[in-house]
């Protein structure tokens, strides 16, 4: 484990996917879910090199055909730790795998600053090949209480437009939730089948607000398009997920140069991917 921590916030982070485990304010509060496997053992795992899942957990690049399971294989791996200094953590991941045999370092950086953790993710192409890759994040959010007696409020009014799940996959005619939302109260029935699949937000932050409870979560994801709410019926935590890309539709061609938010990376190139999480 790694450790990182100011006047406002202690982070401790696990070596294996580089994976949040723990986020707590000088008043001991855990903003954190705390990874009961009764319903869901993970607490912020990494998605990478893809968010969701591919049709037939599979892509072409090229005509060559790539097998890659849901949400990737960051975070099922040890990563090195580059950096640990009081307030700032690097964490490096360079192990190619059979669906992604390229040559490339993933790095993340955690940086407290107030009550905020900055998260930077880049990734750079060290070898001589293009590659297409997805970058995503899965935070699960405590909500003490019980889900229902949350919000998520948007930076933007919105007219939700959700994408509904076909197993890993969605169906490509979206289902309008509501219009002129600023708001979404939290139900569980949402989530009876799955997540909710956001791709067309114009908001790229959010606010976790729960009325039981004087803490607020707000997520800020510049960088990307995509914003996905997930928990499991009956747990207390909510996940706010932003990812580059959503699932593939059940329409897809599975080339990967068609699917909408996969970053493409010439030789020599780098991305950064930045969000932000203000825990108040």
Not at 48 to 72: L, N, Q, S, W
Not at 102 to 131: A, M, P, Q, R, W
Not at 206 to 228: G, S
Not at 242 to 253: E, F, H, L, R, V
Request: charge should be negative.
């Amino acid at each position: 484990m790694v450790t990182i921590s100011n006047e406002a916030l202690s982070v401790t982070i696990a070596e294996l996917g580089a994976e949040i485990q723990s986020v707590k304010g000088t008043d001991g509060h855990e903003y954190m879910w705390n990874g009961d496997p009764k319903f869901w053992a993970s607490h912020a795992p990494i998605m990478f090199p893809v968010c969701g899942g591919y049709k037939e957990d599979a892509y072409y690049m090229k005509g060559v055909r790539y097998p890659m399971t849901k949400h990737g294989f960051a975070k099922l791996l040890p990563w090195t730790v580059v950096e640990s200094t009081g307030d700032c953590a690097v964490m490096a991941l360079t192990e190619k795998q059979e669906g992604f045999p390229f040559d490339y370092v993933f790095s993340v950086k955690y940086k407290l600053n107030g009550k905020k953790l900055e998260i930077t993710y880049t990734v750079e192409n060290k070898g001589d090949v293009d590659f297409y890759y997805g970058i995503g994040s899965h935070e699960a959010y405590a909500t003490p209480g019980g889900l229902e007696g949350c919000k998520v409020v948007f930076d933007e009014t919105e007219d939700l437009m959700r994408y509904l799940l076909d197993g890993n996959l969605i169906l490509p005619e979206p289902v309008q939730m509501a219009t002129g939302a600023k708001e979404l109260e939290l139900k569980t029935e949402y989530f009876a089948v799955d997540a909710l699949v956001f791709p067309t937000l114009k908001s790229r932050g959010v606010t976790l607000v729960n009325k039981n409870d004087a803490h607020t979560v707000r997520v800020e994801y510049p960088d990307v398009d995509v914003l996905m709410l997930w928990t499991k019926p009956g747990a207390d935590y909510i996940c706010i997920e932003p990812w580059s890309n959503a699932p593939d539709m059940t329409t897809t061609d599975m080339q990967i140069e068609h699917k909408k938010g996969m970053i493409h990376l010439a030789p020599g190139e780098e991305k950064v991917v930045v969000h932000t999480i203000l825990f108040d």
